[in-house]
């Protein structure tokens, strides 16, 4: 059993920043993929972007150029940076892991996920 937790989130104004992370513990795998989502109110979970094991990243267009994941193998750990935020972003983000390597944007193909963070975005 994988456990994750998010942290980071928070109330930002537009314009500004945040840094997500996402800390996975109890079984670990190898090759996996860690990815952060978004759900908005009433709408569906999206994806945000995903970081392998092997170091290789991808990130949705909307967010290329503001958003970046990274990760740390040693800490178990992936983060979201998010710079440039605007009202659109406000969410629920979620981390969700898999012990494959996932090359969909579809949230069932991640087995685990965090209980997620909120991001709220002020105009």
């Known amino acids: 059993q994988v456990q994750l937790v998010e942290s980071g989130g928070g109330l930002v104004q537009a314009g500004g920043s945040l840094r997500l992370s996402c800390v996975a513990s109890?079984?670990?795998?190898?090759?996996?993929?860690m990815g952060w989502f978004r759900q908005a109110p009433g709408k569906e979970r999206t994806f945000v972007a995903r970081?392998?094991?092997?170091?290789?990243?991808y990130h949705a267009d909307f967010v290329k150029g503001r958003f970046t994941i990274s990760g740390d193998n040693a800490k178990n750990t992936v983060y979201l940076q998010m710079n440039s935020l605007k009202p659109e972003d406000t969410a629920v983000y979620y981390c969700g892991a898999s012990s494959s390597i996932v090359i969909t944007n579809r949230p069932d193909d991640y087995r685990y996920w965090g209980q997620g963070t909120q991001v709220t975005v002020s105009s």
């Open positions: 970081f392998w094991s092997s170091g290789r990243t």
């Open positions: 109890g079984r670990t795998f190898s090759p996996y993929t």
